[in-house]
């Protein structure tokens, strides 16, 4: 059984598809906050806390921005 597209528009993504891109790209992002979190701080507990929260709320967001996108016909040929 094929995930559900967004609306009625052929060959968009599919919520499994966006799901796999925010949480790829929010592990490069999460390792790179955790980095300049420790590197300002000093400490490695704090940089886990920061990168932790961050990891929860920005996969939430872009999951948004991406559906939000899908779903603009705007800038499509």
Same mark, same amino acid.
């Given at each position: 059984?094929?995930?559900?597209?967004?609306?009625?528009?052929? *060959?968009?993504?599919? +919520?499994?598809?966006?799901?796999?891109?925010?949480?790829?790209?929010?592990?490069? *992002?999460?390792?790179?906050?955790?980095?300049?979190?420790?590197?300002?701080? *000093?400490?490695?507990?704090?940089?886990?806390?920061?990168?932790?929260?961050?990891?929860?709320?920005?996969?939430?967001?872009?999951?948004? +921005?991406?559906?939000?996108?899908?779903?603009?016909?705007? *800038?499509?040929?």
């Amino acid at each position: 059984m094929e995930a559900s597209r967004v609306g009625p528009l052929r *060959g968009a993504e599919t +919520h499994t598809r966006s799901v796999l891109k925010a949480i790829s790209w929010r592990t490069l *992002g999460t390792l790179d906050t955790f980095a300049i979190s420790w590197f300002m701080t *000093g400490k490695v507990v704090i940089a886990g806390s920061i990168a932790g929260l961050e990891v929860i709320t920005k996969v939430a967001w872009y999951y948004l +921005h991406e559906r939000v996108w899908a779903a603009t016909s705007w *800038g499509r040929r």
